[in-house]
């Protein structure tokens, strides 16, 4: 997942936190928990990095274990509110595999 997947996921997510909070409460924990460390769509403005391309850079780059699972949990969080796979997007499928 590069940069530019990073940004738009995380968007989204803050999207999904602020108008359906709900959501997050239908998967399991540990994927939630993995979310809000990678996506930080709930971190307090005193925790919120300055940069987030700094941020993914030293947290998320080169890391393909931890993209796959943050990955799974954006696809377990789409599925819970009815949205379908996130793999169904052209953009996300190939990071599937």
């Known amino acids: 997942m590069d940069y530019d997947k990073y940004l738009k996921l995380q968007t989204r997510l803050e999207w999904f936190y602020d ?3 709900q959501f997050f ?3 399991p924990p540990e994927q939630k928990k993995l979310l809000q460390d990678i ?3 709930d971190a307090p403005d005193e925790g919120y990095p300055e940069s987030l ?3 993914y850079d030293e947290t998320i780059s080169g890391k393909p274990t931890l993209q796959h699972d943050a990955l799974l949990a954006v696809d377990a969080l789409y599925q ?3 949205a379908g796979s996130l793999f ?3 953009e996300y499928r190939s990071l599937a595999e």
């Open 80 to 82: 819970a509110a009815g």
């Open 25 to 27: 409460d239908d998967i």
């Open 39 to 41: 996506f930080l769509y």
């Open 53 to 55: 391309q700094d941020f």
């Open 88 to 90: 169904a997007d052209n």
């Open 19 to 21: 108008f359906h909070p």
